[in-house]
C-alpha cells in the first residue's frame, strides 16, 4: 500500500525523507545559542525587505577565554581579524 499512496502522492515521499516538518531539538530556543554552545552569539542579517537571516557565530576555542563575558559587539569585530571563517549553512522546515 505504501509504494501506490507514494505513486498518489509524491509530496509525502519528501514529508517523510527530509522530515522538514519537525523541529529538532524539541523545545529549545535555538535564538539563544549560548545555551547550548560556549563563546557563540545569535547575528541577524537583512538580505531584502522583510527577509530576515539568523547566523551562529561561534568563535574557535583558543579564543573561548576572551570571549568569556563579551558582548554582540566584540564577536562582530571578531569577524574582521585575520583568522578564518567557516561557513556552515544548515536546517529544517521546522528551523529555518
Known sequence: AVPFLIRLFPVML?????????AFPFFVDLRRPELLLNN????????EPGITVGIWH???????????GKNQRWYEEALADAH??????HGNGGTR
Request: aromatic share 14%; proline share 6%; net charge positive.
Open 14 to 22: 519528501t514529508k517523510f525523507v527530509f522530515l522538514n516538518f519537525l
Open 40 to 47: 557563540t552569539v545569535s547575528l541577524y542579517l537583512a538580505t
Open 58 to 68: 561561534t568563535v574557535p576555542g583558543s579564543r573561548g577565554a576572551e570571549a568569556l
Open 84 to 89: 578564518p571563517v567557516i561557513i556552515y549553512l
